[in-house]
């Protein structure tokens, strides 16, 4: 018999960094209690946060260790999920987590996105695999919101946001990967309206799944007839039970699991190859009717911008975690002597946190961790304004809704890339044992490479930021973003403290600004080979300008804040590392910025001009 998996929770969050992002850097208070928020109040947004926390470090955490080694599989065409992902479904659900921004028409609670997403953190840095089921459906919950008829809305979205029916969304088939415009899922109407589907889908997160009682796919098909590409794809509703107009359930519609994929890690989510239609019994209708007939793209992308955001928290949440348990080991592992007594065998072995190695590693991954984090919270808080200005201050919409724009490829890219690499230090501060299933960080490290590669790769994202972000709005997206950053240099370029690292950050962003004009430059003269061969490159900047910008921002409050803060307070260790951390990166990555500068300006093709062949000759 096989013995269970014991279950224990390893998870850890700073909710005090969570607070001071929210209250004191991005100034929360100021839209709670007015416009749509006005059912919300700073108590409410904290309580809200430190129960969150207390759900799933009691219902999420413990199963992350179980779902990683009992993995899912297949009995009788459905998938089983890990034991007691079902219980912490209904949990979850049934408190309300996964709706805390969702509008009150439809089940929710209607706070801000901020709060949504500091809970998403949580929840995703708790349990990653597990959370990807809830994810999902609320990403197809939203785009049928969105875009559905009035009939679907009934039918789905409260449903679905509810935990009552799953969701996911189905784009990627074995032939074509990221070539979502090759798409061979074909779509024929029927004479009561609805449209046969036939094709397979693969790699689809949650495409199964025991936990609700309905998963309503969306599905990316080409109707007969319809244009070569992505402009020929239209998105359709295609849920595996059927059910009538109030909802109520019937037969199967013929979309079945036939693998799940065998992966590196999330093995508590179902990774799935789902057909639709082998027995030609698969019926869907367009989200929003036949008026949205070859519209599947631009209603997807809805979906995968909130799945972008979203893949960038993940990125946080694991590196977060991994970041805190790497950080406790330090302090209470011992092992050699301190520096000032290393030749004196008989000194008294000291805590590694005290080697200065170790002390690198850590500040190097607390300043990453908690400069993405103000990353996802400066776009969630432009997210709030749009929503809080929307109707009534349109060029304040329209600012915030382009900085929004801009800063989504950046989360999902720089979160996920440097989530993984935040993961790896973590093991490496462990030293042999992070290598090891006796503590967490090697599964964080396993859990957290997918999130490059779905959702877009960050190819991909870097692409979109450099071939539409830029130049979104003429450009006025951008030169708002490069405005805000030198308004801060002006600002704080003499600042007693911090002086010296706000001129880098000015360095750095002159840098950008040049970067930027280059890439211009190449578009322009048909130098165009050029930019993908750059593109990573610009986002890494980018990515690394904004974080560098958000530590000192932080570094200048906290520096404030230390003027008035008992020295005996814990703020006063707190407000310090914000500065410290800040002054870290600016020395270590910030300079960065300049010399990539430099290496973009040198337009090396070499990766396109070696041959085929000449890469190996074997």
């Not at 279950?7 to 709670?32: C, H, S």
């Not at 969150?52 to 080694?69: H, K, M």
């Not at 189905?170 to 094709?199: F, M, Q, W």
């Not at 300043?367 to 749009?386: F, P, S």
Request: charged fraction near 20%; proline fraction near 4%.
């Amino acid at each position: 018999m096989t013995k269970p998996v014991q279950a224990i929770n390893r998870y850890k969050a700073d909710l005090r960094d969570m607070f001071f992002l929210l209250f004191e850097q991005f100034k929360l208070g100021e839209l709670l209690g007015k416009g749509p928020f006005e059912a919300w109040g700073e108590e409410e947004v904290r309580t809200s946060v430190t129960e969150g926390y207390r759900f799933v470090r009691e219902v999420l955490g413990p199963l992350n260790v179980v779902g990683d080694i009992e993995g899912c599989k297949i009995e009788n065409g459905r998938v089983i999920t890990p034991t007691g992902f079902k219980d912490a479904w209904e949990k979850l659900f049934a408190a309300g987590w996964k709706t805390m921004s969702i509008s009150p028409e439809f089940g929710g609670a209607g706070s801000p996105f901020s709060v949504q997403i500091m809970l998403e953190e949580l929840m995703s840095g708790a349990n990653a695999a597990f959370n990807m089921y809830p994810g999902l459906a609320y990403g197809a919950a939203e785009v049928v919101a969105h875009f559905g008829t009035p009939e679907q809305k009934k039918i789905y979205v409260e449903r679905m946001f509810g935990g009552k029916w799953g969701g996911t969304m189905c784009l990627t088939e074995p032939h074509a990967g990221s070539d979502v415009g090759s798409a061979k899922t074909s779509a024929r109407k029927n004479v009561d309206g609805s449209y046969s589907i036939k094709g397979t889908k693969i790699y689809i997160s949650g495409g199964d799944h025991d936990l609700a009682e309905n998963v309503v796919h969306l599905v990316l098909a080409r109707v007969d007839g319809a244009p070569a590409g992505t402009k020929g794809l239209t998105l359709f509703i295609v849920p595996r039970l059927r059910h009538d107009e109030n909802g109520v359930l019937g037969k199967v519609n013929d979309v079945a699991v036939t693998a799940l994929e065998h992966k590196m890690g999330i093995n508590g989510s179902a990774t799935c190859v789902l057909t639709f239609g082998d027995n030609d019994d698969c019926i869907g209708y367009p989200v929003g009717g036949d008026a949205k007939v070859n519209q599947g793209m631009p209603q997807m992308f809805v979906m995968m911008n909130a799945a972008r955001i979203s893949v960038g928290v993940q990125g946080l949440s694991v590196a977060s975690a991994a970041y805190l348990n790497a950080l406790e080991y330090a302090k209470e592992r011992k092992q050699g002597a301190s520096m000032t007594h290393w030749k004196d065998p008989t000194a008294p072995r000291v805590p590694i946190i005290e080697h200065a190695d170790v002390r690198r590693m850590l500040l190097d991954m607390k300043g990453k961790v908690e400069g993405i984090r103000a990353l996802a919270l400066k776009l969630t808080h432009h997210q709030d304004q749009v929503t809080f200005y929307k109707g009534t201050d349109d060029a304040k919409a329209a600012y915030n809704q382009g900085q929004v724009d801009l800063l989504v490829p950046l989360m999902k890219a720089y979160g996920s890339d440097q989530g993984f690499r935040v993961c790896e230090t973590a093991i490496q501060t462990y030293g042999g044992a992070g290598y090891t299933r006796d503590y967490p960080v090697e599964q964080y490290c396993r859990d957290a490479k997918i999130f490059s590669i779905y959702e877009g790769t960050n190819h991909i994202q870097s692409m979109d930021l450099v071939g539409r972000k830029l130049g979104q709005a003429g450009g006025a997206n951008f030169q708002a973003y490069m405005g805000d950053v030198q308004k801060f240099v002006a600002a704080n370029s003499e600042h007693a403290t911090l002086g010296a690292e706000v001129k880098r950050l000015g360095t750095a962003a002159e840098a950008l600004s040049g970067s930027a004009m280059r890439l211009l430059m190449w578009f322009q003269s048909g130098n165009v080979s050029m930019v993908p061969l750059s593109a990573n490159r610009f986002l890494e900047m980018m990515s690394e300008l904004t974080v560098g910008w958000l530590l000192l921002e932080q570094a200048v409050i906290a520096e404030t804040a230390l003027k008035s803060v008992d020295p005996q307070h814990p703020d006063t260790a707190f407000y310090q590392g914000k500065v410290q951390s800040a002054i870290f990166f600016a020395r270590n990555t910030l300079p960065g910025v300049a010399f990539k500068a430099e290496l973009l300006a040198m337009e090396d093709k070499s990766p396109a001009d070696i041959s085929d062949a000449a890469f190996a000759t074997v």
